[in-house]
């Protein structure tokens, strides 16, 4: 698990890349320099690892681009200490970022596979969230409710339990609509059940899938 000058000099591009793509949080760029994206991939894309790409991660999944994992965060906007739920472990790159920007995270994976896999990395790697293997769809009743939710797959609506499960004033960042195209969506509860909704351009996700495999 070599992470050298290399890779540390690739990871500094790609954080100016994705300043001049918009991200303007310089908290966000700051952790998507210090994490060894390349430690998430398999060995074939190790080399491809900072580029600014999606790319497969087993059980016809993908870890997101780091621009789109950029963007989440940033909606996110963490605050130390906030309790975060993520919706798609996958790789658990996006789960790294979460920690490293101070959140303590409660993360779910329906692919058994990925679950398996991230429990095992993500400790190696220093990274200690909460791991659950589930329907995020379902969110985590028994620990809401939450500061921050994050959902890393392409959803067709908004899941009615995760906007339960938020605080007064917490955010859902979630991508919403069909196969082709995803609209970026920041929900903002209210004091009760009320909540506004604020879009932020198109996405292209994995689909947001029911049960666990
Ligand atoms: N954050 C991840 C990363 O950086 O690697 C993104 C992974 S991928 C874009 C989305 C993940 O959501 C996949 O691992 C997929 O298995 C998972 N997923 C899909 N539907 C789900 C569900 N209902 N509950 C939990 N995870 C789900």
Redesign the pocket.
């Known amino acids: 698990m070599e992470d050298n000058f290399r890779h540390k000099g690739l990871r500094k591009k790609l954080a100016e890349q994705l300043k001049e793509r918009g991200i303007s949080d310089a908290r966000v760029l700051k952790v998507i320099e210090k994490i060894p994206r390349h430690l998430?991939l398999d060995n074939a894309f190790v080399e491809f690892a900072y580029l600014d790409k999606?790319f497969p991660?087993g059980?016809g999944?993908?870890?997101?681009q780091p621009y789109t994992?950029a963007f989440q965060t940033e909606l996110l906007d963490i605050k130390k200490g906030d309790k975060v739920l993520?919706?798609?472990?996958?790789?658990?790159?996006?789960?790294a970022v979460l920690l490293e920007m101070g959140a303590k995270v409660f993360t779910?994976?329906?692919?058994k596979l990925?679950f398996d896999r991230s429990k095992v990395l993500l400790p190696e790697l220093g990274y200690s969230p909460r791991f659950f293997y589930?329907?995020?769809?379902k969110g985590l009743p028994a620990f809401a409710p939450f500061d921050k939710i994050i959902v890393?797959?392409g959803a067709p609506f908004v899941p009615q339990d995760l906007i339960d499960q938020l605080k007064p004033h917490g955010f859902l960042v979630v991508p919403v609509g069909d196969k082709d195209v995803h609209i970026m969506k920041r929900l903002t509860k209210g004091q009760v059940s009320d909540y506004k909704l604020v879009n932020y351009g198109e996405f292209k996700?994995?689909?947001?899938?029911?049960e666990?495999e």
Request: glycine share 14%; hydrophobic share 40%; proline share 3%.
């Open positions: 998430f999606a991660i059980a999944q993908t870890i997101s994992v993520e919706v798609g472990t996958g790789s658990g790159y996006q789960t779910i994976e329906r692919q990925l589930g329907d995020g769809y890393t797959a996700f994995v689909p947001l899938l029911e666990r």
